[in-house]
């Protein structure tokens, strides 16, 4: 007799993220390699600074720079206006302020996640490095494999970060609503007919409509 192959459907985000999680990434333990090492050779590889540059303004009282004032000068020796959303911009005050933005990202960007499960990704491209950090993740590099940290703690991993950057890949395919209705729908539709078929004191017509009643009231919730 042949067997036939076991198929699972992962219709979830969170399910198809698992899934890829499982064959893509391996969890390790931070703590399990030598601190030394470590500290000496694990190192964040840092996502495109025009995407950095906004949060570094947001916080540059702590590196005594006056945004006001630069966004004047630049506009004076530019001969231009409003431009402090303008790349270019940005592009200037990364230059000028190119050792403080560097100590601002090692502060911010930083080797030590707060959760010390780190995720192994062997095959993962550096080149998506944007991606994760707009995900909330920090790619690290540490004896020639790249490991993804988290520097948050409470909360679901999966569904905060791991989901949303897997659907920026493509990686995840979206849960149709009209799939999912459908799937709702056959499922009380089955509820229904399992009812009729158990129904034997079909004398009792009022607990009858009742059950009828529920059971129409879900299948109009559930198109809703």
Not at 15 to 37: G, K, S, Y
Request: hydrophobic share 35%.
């Amino acid at each position: 007799m042949k067997t036939l192959p076991i198929v699972k459907h992962y219709t979830t985000e969170e399910e198809q993220a698992n899934f890829l999680m499982d064959i893509r990434f391996d969890a390790v333990d931070r703590t399990d390699f030598n601190e030394d090492d470590w500290n000496y050779n694990a190192d964040v590889i840092f996502p495109d600074d025009i995407l950095l540059i906004d949060e570094f303004i947001d916080d540059v009282l702590s590196y005594d720079v006056d945004i006001e004032e630069e966004l004047q000068e630049y506009n004076e020796e530019n001969e231009v206006e409003d431009t402090e959303d303008s790349d270019e911009f940005k592009e200037w005050l990364i230059d000028k302020y190119n050792s403080e933005f560097d100590e601002w990202k090692c502060e911010t960007i930083h080797k030590y996640p707060m959760w010390n499960i780190i995720w192994k990704c062997g095959d993962l491209d550096t080149e998506e490095v944007n991606e994760l950090y707009q995900c909330g993740m920090t790619l690290i590099e540490f004896n020639g494999e790249y490991y993804i940290g988290i520097d948050g703690a409470g909360y679901s991993f999966v569904t905060e970060h791991f989901v949303p950057f897997f659907k920026k890949l493509g990686w995840i395919k979206q849960t149709d609503d009209n799939t999912k209705y459908k799937e709702d729908l056959d499922w009380e539709y089955s509820r229904f007919i399992r009812f009729i078929e158990q129904l034997e004191d079909k004398e009792n017509i009022e607990e009858y409509n009742k059950r009828i009643d529920n059971i129409i009231l879900k299948l109009q919730n559930i198109k809703k």
